[in-house]
């Protein structure tokens, strides 16, 4: 098969879009910095970038781009679906780094996810049918002023057109075609609307033919429309061992569904709950709180499941994902040294957690549900993990974490 390349802003987000490949049988692994990926050819890294300023985030993605690049690669710029992050000035970047060869390149960009609600109509991102700048997601964490495509690229310079739903619905061909124009004209970049998983499909099959031509620009939706098309033949990954022990559950996101989720956890029972305070997060805490909570933890990962969760309300301010996410890994990395499987929400918080326990990857296997993939951890320690994104999901997503980590789904009981 033709190897691909993710490249990605945060880890969550490196993993939902990669494990479209990995759920077609082609090896496929996450990893972050200096980690070893192996010979697998699907790799998905997380760059780390999600907080950074845009030159700082662009500079860090290209970097990715030089150590990592190999010969005969697809490329493809995992992006928010929400457009946190700085997806316009990583995209120019990168495109600018693929151009310099010489060779024509175009971004073909296709965020909508229509599995998590997410879709693009007009260029515009939707969430669950209403303008992105409607939306929670929107008010509490946003770099744009505007949920509209080609204004979201324009903010660094690119010149971008739009296929609009109905051209995309015309089909395959007549898509190709747009695109192929756009590549003789030296355009920028091409957005496309997609609001179902057939709309992606038509863009997948208009585009992948082109695809030594193109960077493709979006989510774990179009990578899935791609992989199908990509690995036709199916073969089912290894599965992932039964967890041995406890889960430990870290809930390190804000959004609503991350917390509606982990409510919905505690209300079923069947886990210890931890929270941890504000105080302890920002650090102003007595340090002799912080050591307590994690000594609860640890305790309590002995006795069965556990979910951690951060404080946050109305007043918070956990701003500063990075530190934050660091003490909370910190807490919580004893207790993960114990258990036998882990769930965790929000890029930050995985990627601090898993760098704590010495891990430098993850070998991906399957869904749990759509945006939440599972597999093994790779390096020190070899745990069966869940990921999850703060935004996707519902409020039985991580109760579902569970039941799959201990492999008693109903599928499975069947």
């Not at 993993?15 to 496929?28: L, Q, S, V, Y």
């Not at 756009?182 to 609001?195: G, H, R, W």
């Not at 863009?203 to 774990?220: K, M, N, Q, S």
């Not at 951890?377 to 974490?401: H, N």
């Amino acid at each position: 098969m033709t190897p691909w390349l993710v490249l990605a802003d945060d880890l969550t987000g490196a993993a939902d879009c990669a494990i479209a490949f990995a759920r077609r049988g082609a090896e496929t692994v996450v990893t972050w910095g200096d980690g070893d990926a192996g010979a697998a050819p699907v790799l998905a890294v997380d760059a780390d970038s999600r907080r950074l300023s845009a030159s700082a985030a662009a500079e860090r993605q290209c970097a990715v781009l030089a150590a990592r690049r190999r010969p005969g690669q697809h490329l493809y710029k995992k992006i928010d679906s929400t457009l946190r992050g700085q997806p316009a000035a990583e995209t120019a970047a990168l495109l600018a780094a693929l151009r310099r060869d010489g060779s024509p390149r175009l971004a073909l960009v296709a965020p909508a996810f229509p599995a998590t609600g997410r879709t693009t109509e007009g260029g515009r991102v939707l969430v669950g049918g209403a303008p992105l700048e409607q939306t929670p997601l929107w008010a509490r964490d946003h770099t744009y002023p505007t949920g509209r495509l080609p204004d979201v690229l324009a903010a660094a310079t690119l010149r971008s057109g739009v296929v609009p739903l109905d051209q995309v619905r015309r089909g395959a061909g007549p898509v190709r075609g747009i695109v192929t124009a756009a590549l003789a004209e030296n355009c920028d970049a091409i957005v496309c609307d997609a609001a179902t998983e057939d709309d992606l499909r038509l863009i997948a099959e208009a585009t992948l033919p082109l695809a030594d031509r193109l960077l493709f620009v979006g989510t774990g939706g179009l990578a899935a429309a791609l992989a199908r098309l990509a690995l036709p033949d199916a073969i089912p990954a290894a599965p992932v061992p039964p967890t041995r022990g406890s889960v430990l559950t870290v809930v390190g996101s804000v959004a609503e569904v991350s917390r509606a989720a982990a409510a919905h956890l505690v209300e079923t029972g069947r886990v210890h709950a931890v929270t941890v305070a504000e105080s302890v997060l920002r650090g102003t805490a007595d340090p002799g709180l912080a050591q307590a909570l994690a000594g609860r933890i640890e305790a309590a990962i002995d006795q069965g499941d556990v979910l951690v969760t951060t404080e946050y309300g109305a007043g918070s301010d956990l701003g500063h994902g990075g530190e934050v996410a660091q003490r909370l890994a910190a807490l919580v990395a004893p207790a993960a040294r114990k258990a036998g499987g882990l769930v965790a929400t929000g890029g930050d918080t995985v990627c601090a957690l898993l760098a704590q326990i010495g891990v430098t990857g993850i070998r991906l296997a399957d869904e749990v549900e759509p945006g939440v993939p599972l597999g093994v951890t790779v390096g020190a320690v070899a745990l069966p993990i869940a990921t999850k994104a703060g935004g996707f999901g519902s409020d039985a997503t991580l109760a579902r974490c569970l039941d799959r980590l201990h492999q008693t789904s109903a599928e499975q009981k069947g």
